[in-house]
C-alpha cells in the first residue's frame, strides 16, 4: 500500500505455515527499506524488494514462523538483525522445542498440523538463525523515515511493534479483535503484560492502520472500545 499523506510504502509478503505477514517499510521516493518479520520463503522477500535497497531486518518477536528467512536474507543483503535482547530465550525454547518433537511449535494450529501428517519444520535449504542481534535501539531511520519500536511483551517478553507515521506494525500483540497468544502452555507469554501493552499501542491516534502478523489490517479507532471486553475474558 501506498500512503502518500504520510509518505510511506508498505508491501505485504505472506509467507510460510502460518501465513505470516512480512513487511517492507519503505519512505515514499527512497530506495531504502526495512524488512520485517520475515518468516520463510526467503527467494519471494527477496524478489519483493528487489528494486530497493534493503537496510535492516527487524523481528517483531522470535517465533519461528516471524524468522525463518532471516538469516538467508541477512546474508545475502549484508544487514543486521534488530529485534529485543529478550528474545533470545524465545528462539532458544523454539530450538528446544523443535529437538524434542521433531517439529516446529504453531501455537494453537499444532494440533492440525499433527493430526494431518504436514508437521512444519525448517526447510533443509535454509541456514537456522544463530540467534545474534544488532545492538537495540528504539528508533530507526529508513532514509528520512523515522521508525520507533515500541516494546510491547505479553506475547513474547521481547516483542516489539513498529510505528511509523500513520500505521503500526504490531506483530503477534494486537489483531483485529483482541491481543495475541497467551497462555500457560507458552510459559513466555504474559496476558497481564499484553493487555498492559495493548493499552499503550490503543492511545495512538485512532486513524493509525494496525497492520498485524498475521490476516488483515484494522485501525485503533475500531479496536479501541474493546480493550475491557478483551481484560474481562482473559484472552
Known amino acids: 500500500m501506498i500512503d ?19 513487511w517492507v517499510v519503505r519512505p515514499l521516493g527512497g530506495r531504502e527499506a526495512l524488512i520485517v518479520d520475515p518468516g520463510d520463503e526467503p527467494r519471494r522477500i527477496a524478489e519483493a524488494v528487489s528494486d530497493l535497497d534493503v537496510t535492516g531486518i527487524v523481528i517483531t518477536h522470535a517465533h519461528a514462523d516471524h524468522v525463518l528467512a532471516v538469516a538467508a536474507l541477512a546474508g545475502e543483503f549484508g544487514v543486521p538483525i534488530v529485534g529485543h535482547p529478550d528474545e533470545a ?10 529437538a524434542e518433537h521433531g517439529h516446529l511449535d504453531a501455537g494453537t ?27 537495540y535501539s528504539n528508533q530507526l531511520c529508513v532514509g528520512p523515515l523515522t521508525v520507533d519500536l515500541l516494546h510491547t ?15 503500526l506494525l504490531s506483530g503477534d500483540t494486537l489483531f483485529p479483535g483482541g491481543p495475541g497468544l497467551t497462555g500457560a502452555q507458552w510459559p513466555l507469554s504474559d496476558f497481564t503484560a499484553i493487555i498492559a501493552s495493548v493499552q499503550r499501542l490503543l492511545e495512538l491516534p485512532p486513524d493509525t ?14 479496536e ?12
Open 89 to 98: 530465550r524465545v528462539w532458544a525454547a523454539e530450538l528446544d522445542y523443535l
Open 153 to 167: 511483551p505479553g506475547h513474547t517478553p521481547g516483542s516489539l511493534c513498529l510505528s511509523l507515521p500513520g500505521h
Open 209 to 222: 492502520v494496525i497492520h498485524p502478523g498475521h490476516g488483515s489490517d484494522t485501525t485503533v479507532a475500531t
Open 109 to 135: 494450529a499444532t494440533p492440525d498440523f499433527v493430526a494431518s501428517g504436514n508437521l512444519p519444520r525448517p526447510s533443509p535449504d535454509l541456514p537456522l538463525w544463530d540467534g545474534q542481534l544488532a545492538d
Open 224 to 235: 479501541r472500545p474493546h480493550l475491557d471486553a478483551w481484560r474481562a475474558r482473559g484472552w
Open 4 to 22: 502518500e499523506a504520510n509518505g510511506v510504502e508498505l508491501r505485504r509478503i505472506v509467507v510460510g505455515y502460518l501465513d505470516t505477514n512480512c
